[in-house]
């Protein structure tokens, strides 16, 4: 199994590689992307699901809320990089448990992961519009991504308030014993 684990890795890096190759913008856009949307979904999971309706403030969303929105985005923002237009989910108006919300969580990212997959460099230079303003493909997965971060240093906060580590503040795995 130890062995399975240290191949795998070295096997998909060839494939990681052509396509950085192939793709070198977009495969640095899905980097970040990637991180973020790890960071979100354990985040998600952390969290009791009694404290999902816990806010520091009356003014605030929920952190139910906040993981919704952040699920909404995923559809709003890239169904643009997608379709040229945006789409509603409305997880946040619609889904009240934890289980729902992550499913939502689940859903948009899937969404925004077919985005990529289905974009080359050239193909993300292309304009769509967004609010009346030209948008290359592209810029709009990256806004998402930066929306998708700013949320999360919500959450974040929100963990650490609740006296839970943040998932990217998590200390590394220990290393297998030999």
Same mark, same amino acid.
């Given at each position: 199994?130890?062995?399975?684990?240290?191949?795998?890795?070295?096997?998909?890096?060839?494939?990681?590689?052509?396509?950085?190759?192939?793709?070198?913008? !977009?495969?640095?856009?899905?980097?970040?992307?990637?991180?973020?949307?790890?960071? &979100?979904? #354990?985040? /998600?999971?952390?969290? @009791? *699901?009694?404290?999902?309706?816990?806010?520091?403030?009356?003014?605030?969303?929920?952190?139910?809320?906040?993981?919704?929105?952040?699920?909404?985005?995923?559809?709003? !923002?890239?169904?643009?990089?997608?379709?040229?237009?945006?789409?509603?989910?409305? &997880?946040? #108006?619609? /889904?009240?448990?934890? @289980? *729902?919300?992550?499913?939502?969580?689940?859903?948009?990212?899937?969404?925004?992961?077919?985005?990529?997959?289905?974009?080359?460099?050239?193909?993300?230079?292309?304009?769509?519009?967004?609010?009346?303003?030209?948008?290359?493909?592209?810029?709009?997965?990256?806004?998402?991504? /930066?929306?998708?971060?700013?949320?999360?240093?919500?959450?974040?906060?929100?963990?650490?308030?609740?006296?839970?580590?943040?998932?990217?503040?998590?200390?590394?795995?220990?290393?297998?014993?030999?």
């Amino acid at each position: 199994m130890r062995y399975l684990l240290v191949a795998l890795p070295l096997m998909a890096a060839p494939l990681f590689c052509q396509d950085a190759a192939a793709n070198p913008q !977009l495969t640095s856009a899905k980097a970040f992307y990637h991180m973020v949307r790890s960071n &979100v979904l #354990k985040a /998600a999971e952390k969290m @009791a *699901e009694e404290k999902y309706s816990w806010r520091p403030t009356d003014d605030v969303r929920t952190f139910g809320q906040m993981v919704a929105h952040i699920a909404d985005g995923q559809i709003f !923002l890239c169904g643009t990089a997608r379709e040229g237009k945006s789409r509603n989910n409305d &997880v946040e #108006k619609s /889904a009240t448990t934890k @289980a *729902e919300i992550i499913k939502g969580l689940q859903d948009g990212f899937a969404y925004c992961d077919a985005a990529y997959a289905e974009l080359t460099d050239a193909k993300s230079a292309e304009m769509v519009n967004f609010f009346g303003q030209p948008r290359t493909r592209l810029s709009m997965l990256s806004f998402n991504t /930066a929306h998708t971060m700013e949320h999360y240093g919500n959450l974040a906060t929100y963990l650490r308030m609740n006296k839970i580590i943040p998932p990217s503040s998590e200390p590394p795995p220990a290393a297998p014993p030999k």
